[in-house]
Each structure stands twice: as C-alpha cells, then as structure tokens.
C-alpha cells in the first residue's frame, strides 16, 4: 500500500531506502567475517608472516639440519618422525608445540656453531695418485 507522500519527501525515502538496504548487505558481509572466528582451543599457529619468532628460530636451526643424519637425531631428540622435522624447517607447514619449541632451543644451545667456510677457497688442492 503505498502511502500518498509530498514529491520532496519522496526523493528522501527514496535515499532512506537505499541507506537501509545498503545498512543490511554490511551487517551480513560483517556477520560472515564474525562467523569465520576464532581458531579452536589448543591450536597452534600456522607458520608465516605473523610468526617472526618461529621464522627467527627456523633460520637458526636450518644450518645445523644440512648434514645427512640431522633431522633424524633432532627427531629421535624430539620424540618426532624426520618427516614431521621437514615440516618445521624445510616445508614450513607446520609448528611444535611449546615443550617441543623448547627442546628444540635447548637442542640449539648444544650445538657447536655451524662452519662458515667457504666451498671453493678452502679446499686442499687434491693431489694425484697417479704419479
């Protein structure tokens, strides 16, 4: 039923309509971004950006897991697979849980430094046996 209103009115409810409409596509825009929520309980955090210190201890760690053998004693350390081992440091798919981000400090503070020599400089030239 349409209600019998002055023209200059009705340029006004015209405006107050699309107000409203516009009003309800926020609230259900805003209403799915609540329904996403938060992550469940006990969770842990996916590894990136918002992660600086597991990227700061992965870059410390990724050094001493080069030589054969590596990953597979920190995993025997740990309690974990060497496959779960690539996805802390190599893939990057994944965080320990705490008592395990702790081991892995620990384990990094018994670590001798890893070398820095250089490949190429720093090698005995070979000698022949062929002599």
């Known amino acids: 039923m349409d209600i019998p209103l ?59 897991l080069r030589r054969y053998g590596a990953k597979t004693n920190l995993g025997r350390e740990l309690g974990l697979p060497p496959q779960r081992i690539h996805e802390f440091f190599g893939e990057r798919t994944a965080t320990p849980d705490a008592e395990r981000t702790l081991c892995i400090l620990h384990w990094l503070s ?7 020599r250089s490949t190429a400089s720093s090698r005995r030239p070979r000698v022949s046996r062929n002599t």
């Open 6 to 64: 002055h023209p200059r009115l009705r340029a006004a409810g015209e405006v107050a309509d699309g107000l409203v409409s516009v009003a309800q596509m926020l609230t259900r825009a805003a209403a799915r971004g609540i329904a996403r929520g938060r992550p469940p309980r006990n969770a842990t955090l996916r590894p990136g950006p918002s992660t600086p210190m597991w990227n700061a201890l992965v870059l410390a760690v990724r050094p001493h």
């Open 110 to 116: 018994l670590q001798a430094p890893p070398s820095t």
